[in-house]
């Protein structure tokens, strides 16, 4: 029996070599996801020392977010044309050069922008991680699989706010950039001993959809833009109206030149055809606007609302990682024996519950009230994530598998980036007043309410219980069946 497989009608096994590349791979992973978050904790200190305004500082974390969501389509194009692991190695090495360089910045804009190299970089790392795991865990284990692997997706931008923290309380505000270069030096070192040597390529090279990238990534960019100022000047503003145009109109053509291009475009919009994968798409949309919405709204309602100190806002926010950790592996586990369908609508009940208490919440409100939302948010978190990332490779043909990878990795990190602009919107008023009140506040955290009610109808459409039938054939040799006759 193959040492892969557990006894005789179990699920298959995670074998040694399997864990060990999940491994290495969620420590590159782990990274990106805990770098998207890392500054949330600081965006006050950063603010203050760089003299710049909530609606520029954000930037921050939207640049990065946005720089990933460019990149993620091109590490798919880029993996199928160089290879699986020339690939990882080049966005951990650029990831690592944009973290060593922001700790240099010495305005808000080259901050900005050195961030934006790092986000080139982790998005090279995701879709890779995505792809390399799920063929070699194979359609038995997945569920479990995508259970290991939404660590990073799910546990990094929780964790990252309490580093920050840590970071910020004993040493200067670089240290959020500079503690990724020694894992990122591991992340390589690991990488070349562990990762298969990329095989030779036969064919035609794979093309770029250039203009896919020319249309798509800048009206994502033109949008989150047009939020952004509208927090400072409302949506009259010039530059508010522009950016909107501008965005919708490069939407639409990349729309047109998606369903006529006889190429792979970059966001394959005929893959919504499918009911299941455009319910997985949406939710993990969702999922992204929801937690980096509250990943940016918390350590801002801790220390301004609560009065609390860096470390302390950082410390806070351990019950929704606290949570997530214990819904992970709850999802991994239940997901290949009850579907999705019946675990994500859970999750997002107790997402959207969870953010609910904060919308009344001011000053005075019990910190045990307030700790056992975020618990509850984080434990839904977990079950919404893992279950929809195994979703979407249950829901599209195995040649598909990449670009499906990339949708969805793409509008994850377009609705983080959407979500923390839309917060950051409610937090200044429509410009009326730049320093959040805890009724902004208030109001802000009905962005993830309303995130998770919809999560909860998209969860009602993706794949129920798996059917036991076609595992029958890998699962059960044929001597039981005659011991049986």
């Known amino acids: 029996m193959s040492d892969t497989k557990?006894?005789?009608?179990?699920?298959?096994?995670?074998?040694?070599?399997?864990?060990?590349?999940?491994?290495?791979?969620?420590?590159?992973g782990m990274m990106s996801y805990?770098?998207?978050?890392i500054v949330n904790v600081g965006i006050s200190t950063l603010g203050g020392h760089f003299r710049a305004t909530l609606a520029t500082i954000e930037w921050v974390t939207t640049g990065y977010l946005l720089a990933v969501a460019l990149s993620i389509p091109l590490a798919g194009w880029a993996l199928a044309r160089f290879g699986a692991k020339r690939m990882w190695l080049l966005g951990l090495t650029v990831f690592l050069l944009g973290s060593t360089l922001c700790a240099f910045a010495w305005n808000a804009e080259s901050l900005?922008?050195?961030?934006?190299?790092?986000?080139?970089?982790?998005?090279?790392v995701d879709p890779i991680m995505m792809t390399v795991v799920a063929g070699a865990a194979g359609p038995a284990r997945i569920g479990r699989v995508m259970g290991l692997v939404?660590?990073?997706?799910?546990?990094?931008?929780?964790?990252?706010?309490?580093?920050?923290?840590?970071?910020?309380?004993?040493?200067?505000?670089?240290?959020?950039?500079?503690?990724?270069?020694?894992?990122?030096?591991?992340?390589?070192?690991?990488?070349?001993?562990?990762l298969p040597a990329d095989p030779p390529r036969s064919g035609d090279p794979v093309p770029l959809d250039a203009l896919g990238v020319a249309l798509l990534s800048p009206g994502f960019a033109a949008i989150v833009y047009a939020l952004s100022q509208a927090g400072e000047g409302g949506f009259g503003s010039a530059r508010v109206i522009v950016g909107l145009v501008v965005g919708i109109a490069l939407f639409a053509g990349y729309g047109a030149h998606a369903l006529r291009t006889a190429k792979t475009p970059l966001l394959d919009l005929r893959l919504f055809a499918s009911k299941g994968f455009s319910a997985s798409v949406a939710t993990m949309f969702l999922l992204g606007g929801g937690l980096f919405s509250l990943l940016f709204l918390l350590p801002l309602y801790y220390q301004q609302v609560h009065g609390h100190s860096v470390l302390e806002s950082g410390l806070l926010l351990a019950p929704l990682g606290f949570g997530t950790l214990i819904g992970m592996p709850v999802a991994g586990n239940l997901t290949d024996k009850y579907g999705a369908r019946r675990l994500v609508p859970v999750?997002?009940?107790?997402?959207?519950?969870g953010a609910l208490v904060f919308t009344g919440s001011d000053?005075?409100?019990?910190?045990?009230?307030?700790?056992?939302?975020q618990l509850a948010a984080g434990f839904g978190m977990g079950l919404v994530g893992a279950p929809t990332m195994g979703s979407v490779y249950k829901t599209v043909p195995g040649d598909a598998v990449g670009g499906a990878t990339g949708a969805v990795f793409i509008l994850n990190q377009i609705g983080a980036s959407l979500g923390i602009a839309v917060v950051?919107?409610?937090?200044?008023?429509?410009?009326?007043?730049?320093?959040?009140?805890?009724?902004?506040?208030?109001?802000?955290?009905?962005?993830?309410?309303?995130?998770a009610v919809v999560v909860f109808g998209a969860?009602?459409?993706?794949?129920?219980?798996?059917?036991?039938a076609p595992a029958e054939p890998v699962e059960a040799p044929a001597e039981p069946v005659s011991d049986h006759a």
């Open 347 to 353: 999750g997002a009940l107790l997402i959207g519950a």
């Open 34 to 37: 805990l770098d998207a978050t």
């Open 363 to 373: 000053a005075g409100t019990s910190q045990l009230a307030l700790t056992a939302a």
């Open 150 to 194: 939404s660590v990073p997706i799910t546990l990094g931008p929780v964790v990252g706010p309490i580093v920050g923290g840590l970071l910020l309380d004993n040493f200067s505000w670089q240290w959020m950039f500079l503690v990724n270069v020694p894992f990122a030096l591991a992340a390589i070192i690991l990488a070349i001993r562990v």
């Open 459 to 468: 969860g009602l459409l993706l794949p129920g219980k798996p059917q036991p």
């Open 424 to 451: 950051a919107l409610i937090l200044q008023g429509d410009g009326s007043h730049p320093t959040p009140t805890a009724a902004s506040f208030g109001n802000a955290f009905w962005w993830p309410v309303a995130a």
């Open 112 to 124: 900005i922008a050195f961030r934006v190299v790092q986000g080139l970089g982790g998005g090279m």
């Open 6 to 28: 557990a006894a005789a009608g179990g699920p298959a096994r995670l074998d040694a070599a399997l864990l060990t590349l999940v491994g290495v791979m969620v420590l590159g």
